[in-house]
């Protein structure tokens, strides 16, 4: 009998010892895809940080993880970040806008989020702001007197959603 019992817990060390050694990926990845939950649940949550940090994340995905550059689902997480007042996520909109990834080139789009990443009262956002101004005043001499107006309508309406916190009808805009 004890003979038995012995055989069985030979054969389960044995299982327990080569479970961890399979070809996929375990370890720092799982605890990576964990705190990826988090992430998610809080962007879900309407936290403005999370949703901007997924943006990078989808951006620019790290190496070793199963995670793959996705531009648009980084530009509706910059979105959601940036119409709750998030400078980093404004501005990132103007450079994806102004590059055309993930979004249609749009230097006139490019502008408006500049504008509202230089303009963000928010006070760890200063090296933000000041590339965006940068940014900003470069574009303005590209822009024809209807595009300066388009922007100055869309900053407006922008404006109206953060300070009202309208984020459930906020939508990118689509442009022609």
Not at 17 to 27: H, P
Not at 50 to 73: H, V
Not at 112 to 134: C, G, I, Q, Y
Request: glycine share 6%; aromatic share 12%.
């Amino acid at each position: 009998m004890a003979f038995k019992y012995g055989i069985l817990i030979l054969i389960l060390l044995c299982s327990f010892s080569s479970a961890g050694s399979s070809s996929y990926r375990q370890g720092g990845t799982s605890i990576y895809f964990t705190q990826l939950g988090h992430l998610k649940h809080q962007a879900e949550l309407g936290d403005p940080n999370a949703q901007f940090m997924l943006g990078n994340l989808y951006l620019s995905p790290p190496k070793d993880t199963s995670i793959r550059q996705n531009l648009e689902k980084a530009v509706d997480y910059y979105f959601q970040a940036a119409i709750r007042n998030h400078a980093g996520a404004q501005y990132n909109l103007g450079v994806m806008y102004y590059r055309g990834s993930g979004v249609s080139e749009s230097k006139m789009m490019a502008s408006v989020w500049f504008k509202l990443a230089a303009d963000n009262k928010s006070p760890v956002a200063k090296s933000v702001k000041r590339n965006a101004e940068t940014s900003l005043q470069d574009l303005q001499e590209k822009l024809s007197t209807e595009e300066k107006v388009e922007a100055n309508q869309w900053i407006a309406t922008f404006n109206d959603w953060i300070s009202s916190k309208n984020y459930r009808t906020a939508k990118l805009p689509s442009l022609s």
